[in-house]
């Protein structure tokens, strides 16, 4: 990822808004304030997994992170983050659900 961090400017971008603009993007300011940290979290995980063997020169690498980002927007624009995100909380094989009936009187 060492790539991605070279190029001119990444390292002053904050928000999700800073990176869209920067790669010029076009965006939904409300989906992205809903969708922001999946939107962020998948572009991170393309990153780590792309191949950036063929990106000789700044603009090429620059052309490839816009790629992934716009990819990683696409994804929950206008959609379920439940359906679409690799985050953690989302990958539970089973609902965590105790029924009343189950629980017991602790005595101290």
Known sequence: MDWFTSLTGVDELESAEDFLDFFGVSYDPEQVRINR??????FNQKLRRSDDQQCHCEADRHLLARTLLEESYRNFHHQEARTHSTLQVYQRL????????ALTEVSL
């Not at 940290?37 to 998948?42: A, K, P, S």
């Open 37 to 42: 940290l999946h939107i962020m979290h998948q």
């Open 94 to 101: 089973a609902p965590s659900f105790v029924p009343f009936s």
